[in-house]
Nanobody, 116 residues
Framework: QVRLVESGGGLVQAGGSLRLSCEVSGRFFSINTMGWYRQAPGKERELVATITSGGSTNYADSVKGRFTISRGDAKNTAYLQLNSLKPEDTAVYYC??????????WGQGTQVTVSS
């Protein structure tokens, strides 16, 4: 069984920063892509950023220049640095991992709340 655990969410004022972490555990050979998605109340889940095993990154236009995704040396962890936060960044942030066998896995989510 593959398990993803996120941490690092919280309440921050506009303009502040947070760092989210995601660790993947369980039985698997390797992870292809890891990503962060978010879902605000009443809205659909949307892509925030992804990073491949080779380090290629992709960002939503709304977060480019403010958020940075990275992976740990062990390749089973991913981080999302959130800078210059805005109230519209408020959402539950979910970690996603796509394994080399093609299966998708999600974490339980971590709440990020940005006050104005």
């Amino acid at each position: 069984q593959v398990r993803l655990v996120e941490s690092g969410g919280g309440l921050v004022q506009a303009g502040g920063s947070l760092r989210l972490s995601c660790e993947v555990s369980g039985r698997f050979f390797s992870i292809n892509t890891m990503g962060w998605y978010r879902q605000a109340p009443g809205k659909e889940r949307e892509l925030v950023a992804t990073i491949t095993s080779g380090g290629s990154t992709n960002y939503a236009d709304s977060v480019k220049g403010r958020f940075t995704i990275s992976r740990g040396d062990a390749k089973n962890t991913a981080y999302l640095q959130l800078n210059s936060l805005k109230p519209e960044d408020t959402a539950v942030y979910y970690c996603n991992a796509v394994l080399s066998i093609g299966t998708f896995h999600w974490g339980q989510g971590t709440q990020v709340t940005v006050s104005s």
